[in-house]
């Protein structure tokens, strides 16, 4: 991952995000640009990502870990 700031953000701002996928592999890795915008609309952070694209067997325990919550932050699905 590789984050470039471009203006502080402050307490009480919004933050929006938006991410596109540029290119997947054979292997299934993925490269993303991610804009992230504050409620302004000016851009505060740039980034490019890479990762895998889970596949059926990753996404089952990705969605049965996210209904069970995470108690590291506190986000549960009731």
């Known amino acids: 991952?590789?984050?470039?700031?471009?203006?502080p953000i402050y307490?009480?701002?919004t933050?929006?995000?938006s991410i596109t996928i540029e290119e997947v592999d054979q292997?299934?890795?993925t490269r993303a640009e991610g804009t992230f915008?504050?409620?302004?609309?000016?851009?505060?952070?740039?980034?490019?990502?890479t990762?895998?694209?889970?596949d059926a067997r990753e996404r089952d325990v990705l969605a049965k870990m996210m209904s069970e919550g995470d108690p590291t932050n506190k986000l549960r699905r009731d």
Do not use: K, S, W, Y
């Open 1 to 7: 991952m590789e984050f470039r700031f471009l203006r």
């Open 11 to 13: 307490i009480g701002e």
């Open 15 to 17: 933050i929006t995000c």
């Open 37 to 49: 915008t504050n409620q302004d609309g000016q851009r505060v952070l740039e980034a490019t990502l």
């Open 51 to 54: 990762g895998f694209i889970p």
């Open 27 to 29: 292997r299934n890795l």
